[in-house]
């Protein structure tokens, strides 16, 4: 299958700064991306979804001024997180839609603790 | 009601075991349908892809879609303790988008 990688795989900072995680389909292109935010022993829940070339797609109640998205190239999306507060803390998770366009990969996730 | 329901367990089930795990669903235009398993502080690994109503099997594993009844089954054969972790059902109309189950912790005991 293809293969998604997250950049860093974990990471603390204090509350007020921001923090950047990147996205990257290693052996394909994705024209699209999507980010997901999930809490301990939940589901995964829909952020945003990032185009290439263009805006990207917020899902209802996610803050985009906060949670900022770039698709830079067709292989990286990068997700930063401005001004972090602690309840901002969670596992954040991306994905790539495979060749066929309707399965999905996802990256390793990125767990952010602020403190 | 939410639109696809999966049982969040846990379930518990001795090495060996035939495991099955299910979704339901009530969006009629899901066409594809994916089993993930993520274990702990993972990010989720796709199981198994179908599309539209059958069986498909690879491995130890058999997913079942039954649109009819709008019911989805991924069924484990001869269980191992590397098999415990969260099983997650999703699926979509072909929008990209994927509409996800809530997970099924399993547990298989040595």
Known sequence: GAVVSQHPSRVICKSGT?????????????TTMFWYRQFPK???MLMATSNEGSKATYEQGVEKDKFLINHASLTLSTLTVTSAHPEDSSFYIC???????????????TRLTVT | QKEVEQDPGPLSVPEGAIVSLNCTYSNSAFQYFMWYRQYSRKGPELLMYT???GNKEDGRFTAQ??????????????????????YLCAMTN????????GGTRLMVKP
């Open chain 2, 94 to 101: 072909a929008g990209n988008m994927l509409t996800f189950g």
């Open chain 1, 18 to 30: 921001s923090v950047k995680i990147e996205c990257r389909s290693l052996d394909f292109q994705a």
């Open chain 1, 95 to 109: 994905s790539a839609p495979g060749q066929g366009r309707n399965e999905q990969y996802f990256g390793p996730g």
């Open chain 2, 51 to 53: 599309y539209s109503s």
């Open chain 1, 42 to 44: 939940k589901s995964l």
């Open chain 2, 65 to 86: 879609v039954d649109k009819s009844s709008k019911y989805i089954s991924l069924f484990i054969r001869d269980s191992q303790p590397s098999d415990s972790a969260t």
